[in-house]
């Protein structure tokens, strides 16, 4: 079974600060790739998608990559702000279904 | 799109009774997923349909659950009975699947059921 580990599982910025989220698969055959993002009581938030052809997307200030060899995929966060703060899930799918990591809970301090 | 839509939004409950969980997908999305996300165990699969086939059910807790999708634009989640340890935030998400592979999920605002 596909494990999903994302790294740090919480980070406190102060505002304008650059950060990068981590997450990893143990079965790096990751056909799709998707990126969420979890405000407190809320759904999930699609914010990117790398597809199989593809290594990273972009979204405004969000950039996400994918190293296939690895099974590793970073989130890149420039200038941060505080309406940033939430929780930041990764999915991988590597067959009909993604895999979710625990998350990454991400506080911008302003 | 309005996009995914569940209901009810909250549903409180006691022991013993019986809850339903709707949910309408996407238009177009032929595939549809129910997960269940609890603070203990994050974010859990517990049924996707394609084509409004039930694939795999295998994430269902216990018989006590059970899922339906009778048409392509709406699906039902039943805990019957339910117990306090079913008490969670259900969501539902669709996606327009490529092959055999997932496509982009696309999540409802979910269902959060306390069981008292």
């Known amino acids: 079974k596909q494990e999903v580990t994302q790294i740090p599982a919480a980070l406190s910025v102060p505002e304008g600060e650059n950060l990068v989220l981590n997450c990893s698969f143990t079965d790096s055959a990751i056909y799709n790739l998707q990126w969420f993002r979890q405000d407190p009581g809320k759904g999930l938030t699609s914010l990117l998608l790398?597809?199989?052809?593809?290594r990273e997307q972009t979204s405004g200030r969000l950039n996400a990559s994918l190293d296939k060899s690895s099974g590793r995929s970073t989130l890149y966060i420039a200038a941060s702000q505080p309406g940033d703060s939430a929780t930041y899930l990764c999915?991988?799918?590597?067959?009909?279904?993604?895999?979710f990591g625990t998350g990454t809970s991400l506080t911008v301090i302003p | 799109d309005a996009g995914v839509i569940q209901s009810p939004r909250h549903e409180v409950t006691e022991m013993g009774q019986e809850v339903t969980l709707r949910c309408k997908p996407i238009s177009g999305h032929n595939s549809l997923f129910w997960y269940r996300q609890t603070m203990m165990r994050g974010l859990e699969l517990l049924i996707y349909f394609n084509n409004n086939v039930p694939i795999d059910d295998s994430g269902m807790p216990e018989d006590r659950f059970s899922a339906k999708m009778p048409n392509a634009s709406f699906s039902t989640l039943k805990i019957q009975p339910s117990e306090p340890r079913d008490s969670a935030v259900y969501f539902c998400?669709?996606?327009?699947?490529?092959?055999?592979?997932?496509?982009?999920?696309?999540f409802g605002e979910g269902s959060r059921l306390t069981v008292l």
């Open positions: 998400a669709s996606s327009l699947g490529q092959g055999i592979h997932t496509g982009e999920l696309f």
């Open positions: 790398i597809q199989s052809s593809q």
């Open positions: 999915a991988g799918d590597t067959g009909n279904q993604f895999y």
